[in-house]
């Protein structure tokens, strides 16, 4: 276990804790007593038949879901929908490499899977709230391969799904672009193969992680049309370090390895010994596909060719230059067309 | 200076050396007895006017312009025209870092801008070849940056420009995107301040360096639709160790930081104050602006932006989805559409 106060009640809370028990995972580790954090929004109407499961995303916790997704008003309404935000395992609020006691913590930590994620999260809305349906399962980016992952493993629950800026499958180079971020951190000579003292030992190697999240995470465009400036930073740099950076040098490295080695792996044709046109096919949730328009994680392109296969799914993509960082909220437009989309599709019978 | 049997005539040879002196540079430092490499082909006719420049791109040498885009039939032809491609400064066949004895090499080289090398060259031209005139000045990438500072300082001299998969001015995403490519060699423990004892102890920087190029260095698509396995390479990482760290692994750490300083600040601009409209309405020579449809490095919008500023200039993108390495030459057709602009461009009257 490692102090880091980044991962707290008083920032990214108020979060509940729920113990699963012991978490049997696909590559042959266990987490033992597997803590699952969320947030929960709304009420549970009598039918049981209004709640809204949403996955994080790489580095993210429920806190900013709660902050740019969620409100009266917004598709994702708590006046009207039960939203249970659940934080991926490795994100640092749910069970990760930073909070579990030895031998298991840090480096030792074992790997983890998307599918061993949702079925954490099946255990815990079936365990704790009871539930058999959800209206929806929405998610960015790892979120949306949380996403897929629930609609392909747990047809007959999830009733509606929206994968944005994410994909089914990941593809050879996005790996390779995660895998270069893994290696901005493991390079660090103070990382030490993932026994450091504190994630400060990492700052070097973490600055360089978040640089290249800069280059790929928002897009040409994004800079050619100043859109840092009109954010509120004076540069390159000054975005880099008092946006980025901020956040990523708070963050416990091997929570943000967990999480890359889930989101280089993330594929639902592992549940059909490799045939993705057979996994998709099993959704019966009605989807709609949402890639960003200026994403370089995860393109249009990649978005809409698994689009294709899923039987009953619209292609919806969000205008936008912020590039796939514009789940982060700062385009208000990109939100607009994304809660336009979700209202749509959370009207849409069933 | 430090042994690297890479930088050698067998294996970019024959080319010639060329000694213009002392170049004294815009960041203040000297080069002392400046070498110029260049490979010629063709022969100078009576009227002097059937020069055409080619100057090289990061880590690229005369020889991968030879073999890509010199011969007979084609565009630059040396049975038609007189074609000098000249080895920019710090490519290891020029003066570098790695072939300057002490104290001025390896980290102790000076700062050296596109402009140096531009000036540079004209000296080369001028003096060795006694040239006021040169029928077309085309590049790729750095090559690019190299050309549009020609045709804007040399505005005379250069009749025809072709800046290929290059800008005039670089953007402050390419500057970031170079700036993490540096800080994969300097990070490593083995470049100890760029004073190794052999390339080889920075083996580790250099292959993540080269990850990150075979990131932003291709397309989405291109690994998308397995290109990758059409060039005979039986996976991604067996295409970034077997094609790209096969060049890479092989160059000195130090000659590629001269270079990426070089390429992060490109900017035609700085002889005008900072006008960029100013420096690119300076240009006189008919110019054909070639971006990569798929380029990462420099986007298709950002060379149109720069073709707007220029007077006599057509905006002739290459469609292809080999991204910014389809300067290679892997992409046939990428190629040949090349060779169909430069043609038509060589065919025009000036």
Redesign the interface.
């Known amino acids: 276990m490692i102090e880091n106060s980044y991962y707290s009640q008083e920032m990214h809370g108020p979060y509940g804790v729920h113990d699963i028990g012991n978490l049997e995972l696909e590559e042959g580790g266990t987490i033992r007593g597997c803590k699952l954090a969320y947030a929960a929004f709304g009420t549970l109407n009598e039918a049981r038949d209004n709640a809204i499961l949403i996955p994080t995303w790489y580095g993210g916790t429920s806190k900013i879901i709660e902050q740019v997704y969620i409100g009266p008003g917004r598709a994702l309404d708590p006046d009207k929908y039960f939203v249970i935000v659940i934080n991926q395992i490795g994100n640092g609020l749910s069970s990760s490499p930073h909070n579990t006691p030895p031998p298991a913590g840090m480096a030792n930590f074992p790997r983890v899977r998307i599918g061993d994620d949702v079925r954490a999260q099946h255990r815990l809305v079936t365990e704790k709230f009871g539930l058999d349906s959800l209206a929806l399962v929405a998610g960015g980016s790892m979120g949306a391969q949380q996403t897929y992952e629930w609609a392909v493993r747990y047809p007959d629950v999830v009733k509606r799904a929206a994968p944005i800026a994410g994909t089914a499958k990941n593809?050879?180079?996005?790996?390779?672009?995660a895998?270069?971020l893994v290696?901005?951190i493991t390079?660090?000579?103070g990382f030490n193969k993932g026994f450091y003292a504190s994630h400060e030992d990492v700052r070097?190697?973490l600055l360089?992680h978040t640089?290249?999240w800069?280059?790929?995470g928002?897009s040409?465009?994004?800079?050619?049309q100043n859109r840092h400036k009109v954010l509120g930073y004076s540069?390159?740099d000054d975005l880099?370090i008092n946006l980025m950076y901020d956040l990523f040098s708070r963050m416990d490295p091997n929570n943000l390895l967990c999480m890359a080695w889930k989101w280089q792996r993330g594929d639902v044709s592992r549940q059909t010994g490799g045939d993705l046109r057979a996994a998709l096919s099993r959704i019966k949730a009605k989807t709609f596909v949402m890639p960003m328009s200026s994403d370089?994680f995860f393109?249009p392109?990649?978005c809409q060719?698994e689009w294709r296969l899923i039987p009953n799914a619209e292609f919806r993509p969000i205008q936008t230059i912020d590039g796939h960082l514009a789940l982060l909220g700062a385009d208000p437009d990109a939100i607009s067309q994304l809660d336009r989309h979700l209202s749509e599709l959370l009207a849409t019978g069933t």
């Open positions: 593809t050879i180079h996005d790996f390779l672009f895998e270069t290696e901005a390079s660090d000579p070097e190697g360089r640089k290249m800069a280059v790929m928002w040409t465009e994004f800079f050619q540069s390159v880099v370089m393109p392109a990649d060719a």
